[in-house]
């Protein structure tokens, strides 16, 4: 009910994404005029001579993992392309395993080749990200998608979902999934597609660069700026 009341009374309703906005207005249809999209952004980079922290191919899966961002896709994912014969590892930036995701490594066998890094420094982040064939994210909803936009900006392509903000953000930096087509095989595929063919991964890398280069934190703190001016501006 707060949170309900504190979106009536606001003078200006800030959303970090287009998709975000929509949501707000299904359910506050008044708040159209008083609704504006101010992107976020990412601030990563790695130095130049970094080596990779894997002695394999890897893909990255970063965050929390939550019902919804659908990990287990993830690594079913990866599974696939292993018994296919590549020597290929994901690397789960975030919490450690739980009891249900250990059981279902130790029932794989995937131990040797899905590896956590717990809770990562900034800096082993970004190398992280910099030396992934891709950054795997099959999320179905997301406000923004932060990890995705900073994979982007050190040039790493993304495979997620088409759904939520992810567009938005991912643009032609990587590779959409139809959420209604969502399996571990469509999912193998087009991270088959980034493993094989190193042009295809180059020319996406290319474009990932380029789509996180239209989000900047200077331009985010400059339109969220001229909002507040402009709500004292009619208070005046």
């Not at 952004?41 to 990779?52: M, P």
């Not at 961002?69 to 018994?83: D, M, Q």
């Not at 998608?145 to 050190?154: F, N, R």
């Not at 759904?163 to 087509?181: A, F, K, N, Q």
Request: charged share 20%; net charge negative.
């Amino acid at each position: 009910m707060a949170q309900k009341s504190a979106i009536r009374r606001a003078d200006c309703l800030l959303c970090i994404s287009h998709s975000t906005r929509r949501d707000l207005l299904e359910i506050f249809p008044e708040c159209e005029s008083k609704s504006r999209v101010i992107h976020l952004a990412a601030n990563v980079s790695c130095k130049a001579d970094t080596r990779s922290p894997n002695p394999n191919p890897y893909f990255l899966f970063v965050g929390s993992r939550v019902f919804y961002k659908n990990f287990r896709l993830a690594a079913e994912a990866v599974s696939i392309l292993r018994k296919e014969g590549n020597e290929v590892n994901l690397i789960a930036a975030g919490p450690p395993f739980n009891k249900e995701e250990l059981q279902w490594i130790e029932s794989e066998k995937a131990g040797s080749w899905l590896v956590s890094v717990e809770y990562p420094t900034d800096d082993d982040l970004a190398t992280l990200y910099k030396h992934a064939v891709a950054l795997i994210y099959p999320s179905e909803y997301e406000g923004f998608g932060l990890p995705p936009l900073e994979a982007m900006t050190l040039g790493t392509p993304v495979l997620a979902m088409n759904s939520s903000s992810l567009p938005e953000v991912v643009g032609s930096g990587g590779i959409l999934l139809d959420p209604m087509d969502a399996t571990a095989e469509a999912l193998a595929t087009a991270a088959a597609s980034l493993l094989y063919d190193s042009n295809f991964r180059n020319q996406l890398s290319r474009a990932a660069l380029a789509q996180a280069g239209k989000f900047d934190w200077q331009r985010t703190a400059r339109e969220t700026l001229l909002a507040y001016q402009s709500v004292i501006c009619d208070m005046k």
